[in-house]
Antibody, heavy 120, light 110 residues
Framework: QVQLQQSSPGLVKPSQTLSLTCAISGDSVSSNSAAWNWIRQSPSRGLEWLGRTYYRSKWYNDYAVSVKSRITINPDTSKNQFSLQLNSVTPEDTAVYYC??????????WGKGTTVTVSS | QSALTQPPSASGSPGQSVTISCTGTSSDVGGYNYVSWYQHHPGKAPKLMIYEVSKRPSGVPDRFSGSKSGNTASLTVSGLQAEDEADYYCSSYAGNNNYVFGTGTKVTVL
């Protein structure tokens, strides 16, 4: 059974970098059939897909246009996890952040979510 | 990329049916058969209920069904039960390795 365990950073100051990790059990971050995603949910924006990383003989990343200039998603094969970094955060980035496994074109396994508040 | 449009709320009595719409464009919902639906109880992880428009993952009751016509997808919950009360989100592949979610619908079992 695949499970995703998210880290919990909590509070981030404006202009700083938001960093989250998602540890995978029951699957591999290097899987040739899965992609590893970050999604967030806020009252103002609803659910928003942020991006993904996946391995198909080499590593690929796809990012949402809305955050493309500020986001990095990296795999960590030594720890079987992947991470999210979002730079130059503002209060608009306050949200619950989820990691999720994507299989084909749908997310079949989700983490429980991490609440991140951007505030000074 | 604009969010897919869902009604904010829907409701029904136990045993009744409720249908939730999800309206996009020809660049997302209408262009691909890659619409999925998620059930979200607050504080818990979202759960996949329907994928590729109308397919049900193992373990999802057959009371849940999906369909699509043009740029609008729909999720129908038949035989409503108390545990179906939750938020429901649609999602669609939007081309160029991009994905979009719906605005969400709160389903209330009266």
């Amino acid at each position: 059974q695949v499970q995703l365990q998210q880290s919990s950073p909590g509070l981030v100051k404006p202009s700083q970098t938001l960093s989250l990790t998602c540890a995978i059990s029951g699957d591999s971050v290097s899987s040739n059939s899965a992609a590893w995603n970050w999604i967030r949910q806020s009252p103002s924006r609803g659910l928003e897909w942020l991006g993904r990383t996946y391995y198909r003989s080499k590593w690929y990343n796809d990012y949402a246009v809305s955050v493309k200039s500020r986001i990095t998603i990296n795999p960590d094969t030594s720890k079987n996890q992947f991470s999210l970094q979002l730079n130059s955060v503002t209060p608009e980035d306050t949200a619950v952040y989820y990691c999720a496994r994507m299989f084909h074109y749908y997310m079949d396994v989700w983490g429980k979510g991490t609440t991140v508040t951007v505030s000074s | 990329q604009s969010a897919l449009t869902q009604p904010p709320s829907a409701s029904g009595s136990p045993g009744q049916s409720v249908t939730i719409s999800c309206t996009g464009t020809s660049s997302d919902v209408g262009g691909y058969n890659y619409v999925s639906w998620y059930q979200h109880h607050p504080g818990k992880a979202p759960k996949l209920m329907i994928y590729e428009v109308s397919k049900r993952p193992s373990g999802v009751p057959d009371r849940f069904s999906g369909s699509k016509s043009g740029n609008t997808a729909s999720l129908t919950v038949s035989g409503l039960q108390a545990e179906d009360e939750a938020d429901y989100y649609c999602s669609s592949y939007a081309g160029n390795n991009n994905y979009v979610f719906g605005t969400g619908t709160k389903v209330t079992v009266l």
